[in-house]
């Protein structure tokens, strides 16, 4: 529908050279010999050229151009061809100033629209008053060139308008992939962060175990087969922008892993409402901070809360590590980014090793209940 109008739009300034036939008949009819045959066609000539640079059709990105220089121009023409063709063209030359009219309109200044119809109005007053043409006779052709100045000038505001709309919903859609991009980066730093530690943990297990234990080191490593099918699972859910995964099973997975690094894990998690999104962002926040804590803080214990206070839902982790320090990285960036996406805030302070607080707003209705559970 839209490339319909647009092909309309585009064949109206043709369509609108019928009103040549005019001055044309005329300049047949009345030239009295070569030279005003030629000088008559040479001012049609140069005409049709201002004409067509003006509206220049097949060119969309016209509306854009800031001054109508050419449509200064173009209007400035008609009215020569209107004074210096009366002999070529005779009264049938008023059509150049309705001509003058729509080409000076064609801009976005409403300025400059009302000064060129200002100024074919004034010619057609001084056509009446002064040369004693009759009103009658005139009254047509001026309605006429009105009308064709409002629309045009309203023409092209909608035409700008819809290229500027057309260019905006570009950038919102590239702005929309680099996010998604982000997201998806972002996902993936904090499945594989995770799941690689645990992996190279359990692995370095079964290594030491390999001799000693033969038994517990095979079951270590059919763990990592498990955990790395599974993180495997949730690489492609996170690429399609889902999550495979909960609260629940991410805080069961992290006593696995923090086992594993010989830290112990203490949680009190009472029932809260999440909605998806919300247990979506908890989980991989979760996730990179029990990441973080494995491989850089030397704890030995680790406490998880997760609670509703005051209409807020607070996730509280700390460890007994050496503490964040003064280096921020992507996961801390990531986790910081994910709260603020949910209107909520993320602190992290250093009190005898790293204390992380993420404060959401409760979950709308529409919500899912989040696990409840005791101390470990």
């Avoid at 063209?89 to 059509?95: A, I, P, V």
């Avoid at 214990?301 to 590590?321: A, F, M, P, T, Y």
């Amino acid at each position: 529908m839209i490339a319909r109008r647009d092909t309309m739009f585009r064949f109206m300034p043709v369509a609108w050279l019928f009103f040549l036939t005019f001055p044309i008949t005329n300049l047949i009819k009345d030239a009295r010999g070569p030279l005003d045959y030629l000088l008559g066609t040479g001012m049609l000539l140069v005409f049709l050229w201002l004409y067509f640079w003006v509206f220049r059709a097949f060119k969309p990105q016209r509306p854009l151009e800031t001054f109508p220089y050419w449509n200064i121009l173009a209007v400035l023409w008609c009215f020569m061809m209107f004074f210096a063709g009366m002999p070529f063209f005779g009264w049938n030359g008023t059509t150049f100033l309705v001509y003058a009219a729509s080409l000076g309109a064609f801009q976005r200044s409403l300025t400059l629209s009302i000064g060129t119809v200002a100024a074919v109005l004034a010619v057609f007053l001084w056509s009446v008053f002064v040369k004693g043409v009759p009103a009658g006779e005139l009254i047509t052709i001026m309605l006429l060139s009105v009308s064709v100045a409002i629309g045009n000038h309203f023409g092209y505001a909608a035409m700008e308008s819809g290229i500027r709309m057309k260019t905006l919903q570009q950038e919102k859609e590239n702005l929309a992939r680099i996010a998604e991009r982000e997201r998806i980066a972002r996902d993936l730093h904090d499945l594989l962060g995770h799941t690689l530690s645990v992996i190279v943990l359990k692995a370095e297990l079964a290594s030491k175990l390999i001799e000693r234990n033969p038994e517990r080191a095979k079951a270590e490593i059919k763990e990592v087969e498990q955990i790395s099918r599974e993180a495997l699972t949730e690489v492609r859910l996170a690429v399609q922008g889902y999550k495979g995964t909960d609260l629940k099973s991410e805080l069961g997975r992290a006593k696995i892993a923090l086992d594993a690094a010989g830290i112990k894990l203490e949680y009190l998690v009472s029932e809260v409402e999440l909605g998806m999104e919300q247990q979506s962002a908890l989980q991989l926040i979760f996730r990179e901070a029990i990441t973080n804590i494995i491989r850089h803080s030397r704890a030995k214990h680790c406490q998880v809360s997760l609670e509703e206070q005051r209409g807020n839902i607070l996730l509280k982790i700390i460890d007994d590590g050496v503490g964040v320090g003064q280096q921020v990285g992507n996961g801390m960036k990531g986790m910081r980014e994910r709260t603020e996406a949910l209107g909520g805030k993320f602190t992290v302070k250093n009190q005898s090793g790293t204390v992380i607080e993420v404060c959401i707003p409760k979950g709308n209705p529409d919500t899912q209940k989040a696990i409840q559970g005791v101390t470990a």
